[in-house]
């Protein structure tokens, strides 16, 4: 396993669409285990491939239960309800903006060694399922807010808010 670099937005290649994983080999699962360890590092809620300049259909995203799970080739097959939060990125460090995301997503996907599974989230998880599977298709949450907040904006407000 080893740390990958995070690309940051202005790289090109977190503006292009990713291509399928066709082999499920031991590329594949280096690359599962590096995204993993450079998710963990980064203290992040999910990692796609392309984040680290692999242009192919693979993120992970920690579920509930502050587990990784890995999805390859994954799409978004339901979605239910509707929630509005700041979200951030590890590709566009330091900036926060208010997103509107499904409340429930459900993602089928396969796992590393191509079997296909459905696995579905809640909150911060369908908002991690949505923000990661866009990355796929070259889109960052920036196009979805109409403001980027700093670290420090983002702090205050949260202050104010636990204040009232």
């Not at 450079?38 to 920690?62: K, S």
């Not at 903006?97 to 996907?109: D, F, L, S």
């Not at 889109?139 to 109409?146: M, R, V, W």
Request: hydrophobic share 40%; net charge negative.
């Amino acid at each position: 396993m080893a740390l990958r670099t995070i690309l940051t937005d202005g790289d090109p290649a977190l503006h292009k669409a990713c291509r399928p994983v066709t082999n499920f080999d031991g590329r594949l699962h280096d690359l599962l285990d590096d995204l993993k360890e450079t998710l963990a590092h980064a203290n992040g809620a999910g990692l796609a491939a392309p984040q680290v300049g692999i242009l192919r259909r693979v993120v992970v995203v920690v579920d509930a239960e502050d587990k990784m799970l890995e999805l390859v080739n994954p799409e978004l097959i339901a979605q239910e309800g509707e929630q509005e939060g700041f979200e951030g990125c590890l590709s566009v460090p330091g900036r926060w903006g208010v997103v509107t995301r499904p409340m429930k997503a459900r993602v089928r996907a396969q796992d590393r060694n191509g079997s296909f599974f459905e696995v579905e989230g809640e909150g911060i998880v369908a908002r991690c399922f949505c923000h990661e599977l866009e990355h796929l298709d070259g889109h960052l949450f920036t196009e979805h807010t109409d403001r980027l907040y700093t670290t420090e904006e983002l702090d205050a407000l949260m202050e104010e808010q636990e204040e009232a």
